[in-house]
């Protein structure tokens, strides 16, 4: 039985770029063949997001034919007062097709009260019928993106019938208020994960499962005060849609 709190998606757009990390050290990047964990799920917070809820990426999907295209880019020198010339390699003509649901931040027990399961769902349902809520960017600013509620299963997929393995790449980022285990609380760790394809569908594990992992450094969890920076539908008389999911400052 599928939760009441899944949504489904399809993301698109002329470009994206999901850096692979080793790319970075010489200044010319390259994106990974498919995105990542932490990238779909940036997009679907993009859709609709709250501190009192966490998103969980199930599946994505691939659409169209991997490609790649190389730019061209003039990236700032911030030290000298003259641009450099790099190479950034792209992928070219993406769409993907999301499967994610959201769970009760179990790290923010202060924000409790706002856990009304119905009202953050149908949130979430306007906002991604409208387009999200923030822009949609696939994996760098440069590259817009735009959703649409749509089926993970609907269409035809030009990987249907293939199963592909990417390696060893980056799942994504578990930040200290996310972290469910307990030798990361206040830590910022990085996880990795073998990636796998079949049929065309990238199946994600959840962050607390992925073995390959890395603290980072200690980082200090954001607070959340009523009335200062936070603002639940109880504080609206009305309870309006934008009132309730408003976040000051």
Request: charged letters at 30%; glycine letters at 10%.
């Given at each position: 039985?599928?939760?009441?709190?899944?949504?489904?998606?399809?993301?698109?757009?002329?470009?994206?770029?999901?850096?692979?990390?080793?790319?970075?050290?010489?200044?010319?990047k390259?994106?990974?063949?498919?995105?990542?964990?932490?990238?779909?799920?940036?997009?679907?917070?993009?859709?609709?997001?709250?501190?009192?809820?966490?998103?969980?990426?199930?599946?994505?999907?691939?659409?169209?034919?991997?490609?790649?295209?190389?730019?061209?880019?003039?990236?700032?020198?911030?030290?000298?007062?003259?641009?450099?010339?790099?190479?950034?390699?792209?992928?070219?003509?993406?769409?993907?097709?999301?499967?994610?649901?959201?769970e009760?931040?179990?790290?923010?027990?202060?924000?409790?009260?706002?856990?009304?399961?119905?009202?953050?769902?149908?949130?979430?349902?306007?906002?991604?019928?409208?387009?999200?809520?923030?822009?949609?960017?696939?994996?760098?600013?440069?590259?817009?993106?735009?959703?649409?509620?749509c089926?993970?299963?609907?269409?035809?997929?030009?990987?249907?019938?293939?199963?592909?393995?990417?390696?060893?790449?980056?799942?994504?980022?578990?930040?200290?208020?996310?972290?469910?285990?307990?030798?990361?609380?206040?830590k910022?760790?990085?996880?990795?994960?073998?990636?796998?394809?079949?049929?065309?569908?990238?199946?994600?594990?959840?962050?607390?499962?992925?073995?390959?992992?890395?603290?980072?450094?200690s980082?200090?969890?954001?607070?959340?005060?009523?009335?200062?920076?936070?603002?639940?539908?109880?504080?609206?008389?009305?309870?309006?849609?934008?009132?309730?999911?408003?976040?000051?400052?």
């Open positions: 039985m599928e939760k009441p709190n899944i949504i489904e998606y399809t993301v698109f757009g002329r470009y994206a770029l999901f850096t692979d990390p080793l790319s970075k050290t010489g200044g010319e390259c994106s990974y063949q498919i995105p990542t964990y932490q990238a779909l799920k940036g997009i679907t917070e993009s859709i609709y997001w709250k501190p009192t809820i966490t998103w969980v990426i199930d599946e994505c999907r691939i659409m169209k034919w991997i490609q790649t295209e190389s730019k061209g880019i003039r990236p700032i020198k911030y030290s000298k007062k003259e641009n450099d010339l790099s190479l950034y390699t792209y992928l070219r003509d993406v769409e993907y097709r999301i499967r994610a649901h959201f009760w931040n179990e790290n923010r027990p202060d924000l409790a009260h706002d856990r009304n399961e119905n009202k953050h769902y149908d949130i979430a349902r306007r906002m991604l019928e409208r387009g999200g809520r923030r822009d949609i960017f696939l994996g760098a600013r440069e590259c817009q993106g735009y959703v649409e509620p089926s993970l299963d609907e269409g035809k997929g030009e990987y249907d019938e293939t199963n592909l393995s990417f390696g060893i790449m980056v799942h994504g980022i578990t930040y200290p208020d996310e972290a469910l285990r307990e030798e990361e609380k206040g910022m760790t990085v996880r990795l994960w073998n990636a796998q394809m079949e049929k065309g569908i990238i199946h994600f594990p959840r962050p607390e499962e992925c073995e390959i992992r890395r603290i980072l450094r980082e200090k969890q954001k607070l959340f005060v009523p009335g200062k920076n936070f603002s639940g539908s109880d504080e609206f008389e009305g309870g309006g849609a934008f009132g309730m999911v408003k976040d000051l400052g």
